[in-house]
Structure formats: structure tokens, C-alpha cells
């Protein structure tokens, strides 16, 4: 009986452990932010967003983000990237109007994945969610509001406490995919 018992407690308290180390069903690749205030990193969706996580990839590896600047920092809302003007500090009026050039085309807008903190979305003109292009945000809140209305294609993993510290204009000094063990 005691036998049996130190089993239970053994295997109840590595459960947390195992279930940490798994990544989360359907997650694609890594993407890290090393930022001015320290770095990023957060799980693309590839099944709910195939269309979105792989432009976003194709900008990541392209270098597209290095060097860009935050050009939104709501406190207790959101932090928001993706706009090549930016790198343009005269054009500071004109910051998070502009794209890649490359709309993604389509809405990938899942019913699975939610605007949780943490989430990580993609930002659009208007209401037409195929206009997204390069611009993402971060949540540091739950944002409900915006459900059904923005992609979902991933969501921070690590350095919450660094989306919480990044500032309008802050620069962006390298977004990379991370390898994964065993290649990627």
C-alpha cells in the first residue's frame, strides 16, 4: 500500500515536468526577437495560419524586421512592429502605415486561437484582414475585443517581462527562427 502510494505521488509530481517539456499540438517554428530591451521569443501556429506563419517566416529570414523600430507601445495593451519606415526617424508622423508590399491575401482568423496575453497577431488596415502584411503585434492582456477580427499565428513563449519593457521606438536588432534540436 505505502509501495503503491510513493508511486502515485512520484508519478503525480513529475507530471508538470513532462507536460512543460512537450511542445504545444500543431506548433511550427520559433521566432526570437532580440530586441534593445532584451529578447523575444514566441511558437508560430502553421495549422490555424499556414499563409501567415510562412510569410512571416519568409520576412524573418529575409532580415525584413532587423533593425526596425516599435512603432506602437500601448501599456497594459499591446506592442506592435512590421513597418520598413521605421528605419526612418523623419518619417516618425508616418510610422505603422506601411507594409512589405506583400499582403497576405487571405483571412486565417481561428476560432482555436484567442488574443490572449501573450498572443501574437497580425495587424491590418481597416476591416480587411487579407491587408495584412508585415506588421504583428504582442498582447501584454487578454484582448476578447479583438477575436474574430485579427490572425492569431503565435504566441510568446519567453520574455513577457521584455514585451512589458519595450518602448515606442524602441529598435528591433534581430529576428531569426530558431533552430530546433535535430535541425530545422
Request: aromatic fraction near 8%.
Given at each position: ?14 507530471a508538470p515536468l513532462a507536460a512543460a517539456q512537450q511542445k504545444t499540438p500543431g506548433v511550427g517554428p520559433t521566432i526570437v526577437l532580440e530586441t534593445s530591451k532584451g ?63 506583400t499582403p497576405i491575401g487571405v483571412s486565417e482568423v481561428s476560432r482555436k486561437r484567442r488574443h490572449l496575453r501573450g498572443a501574437v497577431a497580425m495587424a491590418h488596415v ?59
Amino acid at each position: 500500500m505505502i509501495t503503491m502510494l510513493l508511486v502515485c505521488v512520484l508519478v503525480l509530481s513529475t507530471a508538470p515536468l513532462a507536460a512543460a517539456q512537450q511542445k504545444t499540438p500543431g506548433v511550427g517554428p520559433t521566432i526570437v526577437l532580440e530586441t534593445s530591451k532584451g529578447t523575444i521569443e514566441f511558437e508560430t501556429y502553421p495549422d490555424e495560419a499556414p499563409k501567415t506563419v510562412a510569410r512571416i517566416l519568409q520576412l524573418v529570414k529575409k532580415g525584413f524586421y532587423t533593425g526596425l523600430r516599435f512603432h506602437r507601445a500601448e501599456p497594459n495593451f499591446l506592442i506592435q512592429i512590421g513597418d520598413p519606415a521605421t528605419r526612418d526617424r523623419t518619417r516618425e508622423s508616418w510610422w505603422g502605415r506601411g507594409g512589405s508590399g506583400t499582403p497576405i491575401g487571405v483571412s486565417e482568423v481561428s476560432r482555436k486561437r484567442r488574443h490572449l496575453r501573450g498572443a501574437v497577431a497580425m495587424a491590418h488596415v481597416g476591416t480587411d484582414i487579407g491587408s495584412a502584411d508585415s506588421q504583428f503585434y504582442i498582447l501584454l492582456r487578454a484582448a476578447p475585443e479583438l477575436d474574430g477580427k485579427y490572425t492569431v499565428f503565435g504566441h510568446v513563449t519567453k520574455g513577457m517581462d521584455v514585451v512589458a519593457r519595450i518602448q515606442f521606438g524602441d529598435v528591433l536588432k534581430k529576428a531569426s527562427v530558431k533552430a530546433e534540436p535535430g535541425g530545422l
